[in-house]
T-cell receptor
Framework: NAGVTQTPKFQVLKTGQSMTLQCAQD?????MYWYRQDPGMGLRLIYY???????DKGEVPNGYNVSRLNKREFSLRLESAAPSQTSVYFC?????????????FGPGTRLTVL | AQSVSQHNHHVILSEAASLELGCNYS??????LFWYVQYPGQHLQLLLK??????LVKGIKGFEAEFIKSKFSFNLRKPSVQWSDTAEYFC????????????FGGGTRLMVKP
């Protein structure tokens, strides 16, 4: 099992460009998440999908959109990139249930917006 | 909204020194508590977790953490660190009524000198 995979690993954009970050998991998990990691701020939740067909905003959703394409895939789109979106982006997934379940993380995408 | 504080942003230790990293959270209800580790260039991995029961939790690689409810704390400890423990450590909290949502602290960068 590959677990959670993300593409690309690195990306450099110019202000105003758009791009989509891809995430896929092969663990048959229901819930998927997108976080951004910034120095000194830990991980902050951008969007999440509790189950296939649903998406919800997290703590810092502005400037982003998401698509839960199917149970395996959850993409994050930047329509018009800004320097403030320079960050490391992590995707995570977990099994939904009545109690909390461990989140498994992907390797991250390091994005620089010039 | 709940918050998680990690007061030590950077810690430098020599090998064999003892480690204690602080974590405090603000939520007053039932919580699940976690420590994640991120080794250089790698994704986040679960180090240990507390759901209920014995407040002293043992994790991988000789780490342990103690949940002190009265202090809203979940400090991470290791009696003798190794160079390979150089990493960034994140405390995270799941509030009982927050589904599978995690709130992360800002992280502590640990450097262990050989």
């Amino acid at each position: 099992n590959a677990g959670v995979t993300q593409t690309p690993k690195f990306q450099v954009l110019k202000t105003g460009q758009s791009m989509t970050l891809q995430c896929a998991q092969d663990m048959n998990h229901n819930s998927m998440y997108w976080y951004r990691q910034d120095p000194g701020m830990g991980l902050r939740l951008i969007y999440y999908s509790a189950s296939e067909g649903t998406t919800d905003k997290g703590e810092v959703p502005n400037g982003y959109n998401v698509s839960r394409l199917n149970k395996r895939e959850f993409s994050l789109r930047l329509e018009s990139a800004a320097p403030s979106q320079t960050s490391v982006y992590f995707c995570a997934s977990t099994t939904a249930g009545t109690s909390f379940n461990e989140q498994f993380f992907g390797p991250g995408t390091r994005l620089t917006v010039l | 909204a709940q918050s998680v504080s990690q007061h030590n942003h950077h810690v430098i230790l020599s090998e064999a020194a003892s480690l204690e990293l602080g974590c405090n959270y603000s939520y007053g209800g039932t919580v699940n508590l976690f420590w994640y580790v991120q080794y250089p260039g790698q994704h986040l991995q679960l180090l240990l977790k507390y759901f209920s029961g014995d407040p002293l939790v043992k994790g991988i690689k000789g780490f342990e953490a103690e949940f002190i409810k009265s202090k809203f704390s979940f400090n991470l400890r290791k009696p003798s660190v190794q160079w390979s423990d150089t990493a960034e450590y994140f405390c995270a909290v799941n509030a009982y009524n927050a589904g599978n949502m995690l709130t992360f602290g800002g992280g502590t960068r640990l450097m262990v000198k050989p």
